[in-house]
């Protein structure tokens, strides 16, 4: 699976959109995009997916660049209860083991 | 509820003892995945059961660690003679389709193991 690098910490004011940049620059074609979040204690939380094209929910919006090397995670009015440690992980089609990296501490300020 | 379940929440075992975590997946979900996570890293990958058949056991990092899933529902996870690096939270987690698929993942909260 391709290797990701995330920034170790960032912080958002709240009400503000929240950006998490992931770098993925081996991604292969098969491979898609996923983040999951992880709230202190608790189980991590799938957000959004996406392959190549851009991806929206309730949760957030993801997007992808064009040439697949890099996303971003944006959610879009962050209250306090989106502080957590975010997970971009690149996933193997056919390959459903998730490798996880050391994620993006998001802080989310009053 | 309806989400992931895993029981104990907290488990303390003295170094030596065996210890048996269980996960109750998702109903009518195939795939079950297990997970390590050390205090401050991220969640590393310990197995996977596609309904009870185990299709990969990479992760495991010693043959004390033996994990099964008999009738292709509820999973343990089992600990053979503890250490203290065993101590972290084992994380379960369900997805609806089996191989082939890219389904998210549901994880529940964890068990966190501590051996003294």
């Known amino acids: 699976d391709a290797k990701t690098t995330q920034p170790p910490s960032m912080d958002c004011a709240e009400g503000r959109a929240a950006n998490l940049p992931c770098n993925h620059s081996t991604i292969s074609g098969n491979e898609y995009v996923y983040w999951y979040r992880q709230i202190h204690s608790q189980g991590p939380q799938y957000i959004i997916h996406g392959l190549k094209n851009n991806e929206t929910n309730e949760m957030a919006s993801l997007i992808i660049t064009e040439d697949r090397k890099s996303s971003t995670l944006i959610l879009p009015h962050a209250t306090l209860r989106d502080t957590a440690v975010y997970y971009c992980?690149?996933?193997?089609?056919?390959?459903?083991?998730?490798?996880f990296g050391t994620g993006t501490r998001l802080t989310i300020i009053p | 509820g309806a989400g992931v379940s895993q029981s104990p929440r907290y488990k303390v075992a003295k170094r030596g003892q065996d210890v048996a975590l269980r996960c109750d997946p998702i109903?009518?979900?195939?795939?079950l995945f297990w997970y390590q996570q050390a205090l401050g890293q991220g969640p590393e990958f310990l197995t996977y059961f596609q309904n009870e058949a185990q299709l990969d056991k990479s992760g495991l990092p010693s043959d004390r660690f033996f994990a099964e899933r008999p009738e292709g529902s509820v999973s343990t996870l089992k600990i053979q003679r503890t250490q203290q690096e065993d101590s972290a939270v084992y994380l379960c987690?369900?997805?609806?389709?089996?191989?082939?698929?890219?389904?998210?993942?549901?994880f529940g909260d964890g068990t966190r193991l501590s051996i003294l």
């Open positions: 109903s009518g979900h195939v795939s």
């Open positions: 987690a369900s997805s609806y389709a089996g191989t082939g698929a890219v389904q998210p993942q549901h």
């Open positions: 992980i690149v996933v193997f089609f056919g390959n459903e083991k998730l490798t």
